[in-house]
RNA sequence: GCCAGGGUAGCUCAGUCGGCAGAGCGGGUGAUUUGUAAUCACCAGGUCAGGGGUUCGAAUCCCCUCCCUGGCUCCA
């Protein structure tokens, strides 16, 4: 019989005979961990015990631990849902089951049947029933027509449109208990593993993702090999519930919304508003300082100008419809992009090449009608501010100038702490050239720069085929919420489109009229979203220069009011933003109000400040930093500003 | 927009079978004059999201609308 030769992690090099599966592998050379190894990385792949080893192969067995770990076993999870599903509810039709990034979902249609509290605690019994039951899973291969009878005879249209979208001849099954799926696994070796199951949503979910096709109930569940581990997610899940910048945003009093405004436009508080300020002035300096040459414009403008930047044809549903002025002879739209009206400033004067690239940047509040459903607190919205520019350039400027936006838009996550981004450029889809605007050439060239300027910079992106906007390729930075979703917000997108339709030309060196590119960039991408994150990524706090409120100053007793006043005078004087609690509270409370708020930095004020002239400083969290005299603390704030 | 779950005091939430709308926090008033994470007492505060229906009687059951939440689709 021949032989194999694989490589094992942890004991190197061995040979099997020709045929030799995972489990075996696993039984052999990994005795004592064969009950907590759930398959195996081999080379790039997840592989369950049914894998016959090939020459060659690098074989990392994984547990739960792993991410491949955990991979496997959600999929069997959604597996095991399945089951319970098919056996309370005869009559079920399944879609598809994955396992996801935390936990798992199977696609279901239920006919006429909803899932509610009671149906789900049912389907959470009935699962960890039939785990106890430790059926192995077992595997099938069955020929393409096979399996499509079977489904026929089944009744279920959904595997059989899956079935369609199949090329091979064979494909396999698994089959654990009562349930038999149509699958690519790979899968546990029983379902004992899972000991503990929660059913964490219902919703519904288009058949393939698209509205045409039926609705589907989706049942999404996270499953752990102990009831512990099921504590400890839940737990911190409660946890980053205390992080939701909704929750945080109501109580630090920096938005809020009214029915009566509408919903999606979020109203700034006080607090807020600081915040706001504190990032604009920001974001104004810094862009000053690059280059940028700053503008306003109206919010509203003549139904035609977006006529000819195309916008109205295009982006019709989700764009405000007309008004009319009074006399009801002209039509206008509340603007959904900003880009027009700066074409329309670069168009006032003639450009000369001299004069490119011409960077024009504005705080520019976009309305966007975005479908009820999505609206999620200041995270999507109707009605925001894009901390927008619009750099007009030549073509052999784009590299450079992406490059520095993208130094820019670094520079702005750092200063704000943010680390854990990700970046994804966009770029056409190669077999559908025909749905992009502009020319080969040009496309090539903006990607090809995109490409080279993320490299240069030592950005690592992923690049999505497929994914740029219609009039030109993007690079867009993600990042994620406290609840793990993630949301993009800086973005940078060269535009060869706009430039056409506004009819926007430079006059060149050579005296003949060129076309220049744009390029629309956001650091943050909306104001109101960047707060919405920032919020969860601070838990609300901000460092002393964003700081709403900077200075808590709190008073021992009524008897030292007039001299708490005169310290909150000078604080302010030198330009911080200061908080005077001359209640008739105790200390303590003072103290924890003031934690609540998130306010950087307390000065208690008593009989020996009082006497001294000082402040008994103390810092958000616990910490006391001591006695000092008012300037060596507004020294102090100042060095951290 | 679609599917599901929700909406009770400013906030967080309880309210059993359809039978007098509640608590804590917050707010106001008074007492207290306090030294580093909640002083005590009293008081005010409600169209139970809005509208319609069933019923002797509706926060509770049914229908419609609005809003919120989680997904789907979409997107800064």
């Given at each position: 019989?021949?032989?194999?030769?694989?490589?094992?992690?942890?004991?190197?090099?061995?040979?099997?005979?020709?045929?030799?599966?995972?489990?075996?592998?696993?039984?052999?050379?990994?005795?004592?961990?064969?009950?907590?190894?759930?398959?195996?990385?081999?080379?790039?792949?997840?592989?369950?015990?049914?894998?016959?080893?090939?020459?060659?192969?690098?074989?990392?067995?994984?547990?739960?631990?792993?991410?491949?770990?955990?991979?496997?076993?959600?999929?069997s999870s959604a597996h095991l849902l399945a089951e319970a599903l098919e056996s309370l509810y005869p009559g079920v039709k399944f879609g598809t089951g994955p396992a996801i990034e935390n936990g798992f979902y199977y696609d279901v249609d239920l006919g006429d049947r909803t899932i509610g509290e009671k149906e789900i605690k049912q389907i959470e019994k009935k699962m960890l029933e039939l785990a106890r039951r430790k059926s192995p899973f077992k595997k099938r291969i069955l020929s393409k027509q096979e399996a499509i009878e079977y489904y026929?005879?089944?009744g279920d249209p959904y595997k059989l449109e899956i079935l369609e979208g199949i090329e091979d001849d064979v494909v396999s099954f698994y089959e654990h208990g009562n349930f038999v799926?149509?699958?690519?696994?790979?899968?546990?070796?029983?379902?004992?593993?899972?000991?503990a199951v929660k059913i964490t949503n219902v919703a519904g979910a288009y058949w393939r993702g698209d509205p045409s096709k039926p609705q589907l109930t989706r049942i999404y569940g996270i499953s752990f090999p102990t009831k512990e581990e099921l504590k400890e997610y839940l737990r911190r899940l409660e946890e980053a519930k205390k992080r939701d910048h909704r929750?945080?945003?109501?109580?630090?009093?920096?938005?809020?919304?009214?029915?009566?405004?509408?919903?999606?436009?979020?109203?700034?508080?006080?607090?807020?508003?600081?915040?706001?300020?504190?990032?604009?002035?920001?974001?104004?300096?810094?862009?000053?300082?690059?280059?940028?040459?700053?503008?306003?414009?109206?919010?509203?403008?003549?139904?035609?100008l977006y006529e000819i930047s195309g916008h109205f044809q295009k982006y019709h549903h989700h764009m405000f419809q007309p008004f009319t002025s009074p006399d009801e002879t002209e039509e206008y739209i509340l603007r959904p992009m900003n880009c027009p009206h700066h074409c329309e400033i670069y168009k006032s004067e003639p450009?000369?090449?001299?004069?490119l690239?011409?960077?024009?940047?504005?705080?520019?509040?976009?309305?966007?009608?975005?479908?009820?459903?999505?609206?999620?607190?200041?995270?999507?919205?109707?009605?925001?501010?894009?901390?927008?520019?619009?750099?007009f350039c030549r073509p052999d400027q784009v590299l450079d100038e992406f490059k520095s936006v993208?130094?820019?838009?670094?520079?702005?996550?750092?200063?704000?702490?943010?680390?854990?981004?990700?970046?994804?450029?966009?770029?056409?889809?190669?077999?559908?050239?025909?749905?992009?605007?502009?020319?080969?050439?040009?496309?090539?060239?903006?990607?090809?720069?995109?490409?080279?300027?993320?490299?240069?910079?030592?950005?690592?992106?992923?690049?999505?085929?497929?994914?740029?906007?219609?009039y030109g390729p993007k690079l867009d930075f993600m990042v994620r919420d406290a609840l793990g979703r993630e949301w993009q917000l800086g973005t940078i997108q060269?535009?060869?489109?706009?430039?056409?339709?506004?009819?926007?030309?430079?006059?060149?060196?050579?005296?003949?009229?060129?076309?220049?590119?744009?390029?629309?960039?956001?650091?943050?991408?909306?104001?109101?979203?960047?707060?919405?994150?920032?919020?969860?990524?601070?838990?609300?706090?901000?460092?002393?220069?964003?700081?709403?409120?900077?200075?808590?100053?709190?008073?021992?007793?009524?008897?030292?009011?007039?001299?708490?006043?005169?310290?909150?005078?000078?604080?302010?004087?030198?330009?911080?933003?200061?908080?005077?609690?001359?209640?008739?509270?105790?200390?303590n409370k003072k103290i924890l109000k003031a934690e609540k708020q998130r306010i950087p930095y307390m000065a208690v004020i008593g009989q020996r400040e009082a006497e001294e002239g000082t402040v008994a400083v103390r810092s958000r969290g616990r910490k006391q930093i001591g006695t000092m005299t008012v300037e060596e603390f507004i020294e102090f704030l100042k060095e951290q500003l």
């Open positions: 019989m021949s032989e194999v030769k694989v490589f094992l992690e942890g004991i190197g090099e061995v040979s099997v005979p020709k045929g030799t599966t995972l489990r075996e592998i696993v039984e052999k050379y990994y005795p004592d961990r064969k009950d907590e190894i759930l398959g195996a990385v081999v080379n790039k792949d997840i592989k369950d015990f049914f894998y016959e080893v090939q020459e060659g192969d690098r074989i990392r067995p994984v547990t739960w631990q792993a991410p491949e770990g955990k991979h496997i076993f959600w999929h026929k005879k089944k799926d149509l699958c690519r696994g790979p899968h546990l070796p029983h379902t004992g593993f899972i000991k929750v945080l945003g109501k109580q630090l009093g920096i938005f809020t919304f009214s029915q009566n405004v509408g919903s999606g436009l979020p109203l700034w508080l006080p607090n807020g508003a600081v915040l706001r300020k504190q990032l604009e002035d920001f974001l104004y300096r810094e862009q000053v300082k690059r280059g940028y040459k700053f503008v306003y414009t109206p919010h509203i403008a003549r139904k035609h450009r000369s090449y001299r004069d690239p011409l960077r024009l940047a504005e705080f520019g509040t976009v309305y966007r009608y975005e479908q009820s459903g999505e609206l999620s607190g200041l995270l999507r919205v109707r009605g925001f501010t894009v901390d927008d520019a619009h750099i993208i130094d820019l838009v670094l520079f702005v996550f750092k200063k704000l702490g943010f680390e854990d981004f990700s970046a994804q450029i966009s770029v056409r889809d190669p077999n559908n050239k025909e749905k992009y605007i502009g020319d080969d050439e040009l496309w090539e060239q903006a990607e090809k720069s995109i490409q080279q300027a993320a490299e240069e910079m030592k950005l690592p992106a992923r690049v999505m085929e497929g994914e740029a906007a219609f060269v535009d060869y489109n706009l430039p056409q339709r506004f009819d926007l030309t430079y006059m060149g060196p050579d005296n003949k009229l060129h076309r220049p590119v744009m390029i629309h960039r956001a650091p943050f991408g909306s104001i109101e979203r960047f707060v919405g994150v920032l919020i969860e990524h601070t838990e609300g706090k901000f460092p002393l220069w964003l700081a709403p409120i900077q200075v808590a100053i709190l008073t021992i007793s009524e008897k030292f009011v007039d001299y708490a006043k005169q310290v909150e005078q000078k604080l302010k004087d030198a330009g911080f933003r200061t908080l005077l609690d001359d209640s008739d509270e105790k200390i």
